[in-house]
């Protein structure tokens, strides 16, 4: 049985930082492309960071202020995300792509505002 938890959101002021964690058990964990989504209200969903590979990418608005990582050994993923603004507010997800097999963690909100 697939499972995703996250964990790490919260409400922060602008400069601040905040670490999302994604723990998943439930398939293996070592094939699957990671990255990180997030969806602010009434906007799309969009991509933050992935790791693919042996190959890392960001979102232009995230570049040198978020960095992914991922820790095999315990299935496990990571957003560190520092000098935050209040444009970062949005609930942000854990995804693990290996196709055809795509899961998605529950989200966690992120808020930041003084």
């Known amino acids: 049985q697939v499972q995703l938890v996250e964990s790490g959101g919260g409400s922060v002021q602008p400069g601040g930082s905040l670490r999302l964690s994604c723990v998943a058990s439930?398939?293996?964990?070592?094939?699957?492309?990671v990255a990180w989504y997030r969806q602010a209200p009434g906007k799309e969903r969009e991509l933050v960071a992935a790791i693919t590979g042996g190959s890392t990418n960001y979102a232009d608005s995230v570049k040198d202020r978020f960095t992914i990582s991922r820790d095999n050994a315990k299935n496990a993923v990571y957003l560190q995300m520092n000098s935050l603004k209040p444009e970062d507010t949005a609930v942000y997800y854990c995804?693990?792509?290996?196709?055809?097999?795509?899961?998605w963690g529950q989200g966690t909100q992120v808020t930041v505002s003084s």
């Open positions: 439930g398939f293996t964990f070592s094939r699957f492309a």
């Open positions: 995804r693990f792509l290996w196709l055809p097999y795509i899961y």
